[in-house]
């Protein structure tokens, strides 16, 4: 049936053929966490602000696991206004300016660890078709990259005084990050 169909197109039907340039991956990328961030505002936890589910940061993953290193930096650069806006507009409570780049520095070394090593253990491109790299993908992007990254993120949160507890916000972030990589 696919050779069939590529008769008929003229090209093949194959993600190879997908490729679009880098500033307008970045663009939809960033459009994509904006919006998921925007769902995930409106999942939030009403007292803590903290989303029942965060999609951005598993948007933000896949683009880094699909795009080679040399080009990380374009799009994580890209994440810092895009979250600051999307906090600074639609969350509440409000919050403060240091609180939002604890937010995003989280995101940016959640999706850095997860890529770097699911890079190191699956390779480039992630190849999720069997068991064992299903499973380190769940392991190494889902609870590890993610328990890190919440830890980090609570922990700033509590210098700050955003946070007074340290495990109820760590137990809301991790669940919602686990969810939205998974």
Do not use: K
């Amino acid at each position: 049936v696919i050779s069939q169909l590529r008769g008929l197109v003229g090209v093949a039907l194959d993600t190879r053929n997908l490729h679009m340039p880098i500033p307008l991956s970045v663009l939809v990328v960033l459009a994509g966490y904006y919006a998921g961030g925007i769902v995930g505002i409106h999942l939030g936890f009403p007292p803590s602000g903290i989303a029942a589910m965060w999609p951005s940061t598993a948007i933000l993953l896949a683009a880094l696991l699909l795009v080679p290193p040399r080009y990380w930096w374009i799009y994580l650069l890209g994440t810092v206004p895009t979250h600051l806006h999307l906090v600074a507009n639609f969350q509440v409570p409000e919050v403060p300016l240091v609180v939002m780049l604890c937010q995003v520095a989280s995101n940016v070394l959640h999706v850095v660890l997860a890529a770097l090593a699911l890079r190191f253990v699956i390779g480039a491109p992630p190849r999720l078709a069997s068991l064992r790299n299903m499973g380190a993908f769940i392991l190494l992007a889902g609870v590890a990259a993610t328990a890190v990254a919440c830890v980090v993120a609570v922990w700033l949160f509590l210098l700050t005084g955003w946070a007074s507890d340290f495990w109820l916000p760590w137990r809301q972030r991790v669940l919602g990050n686990v969810f939205a990589i998974v």
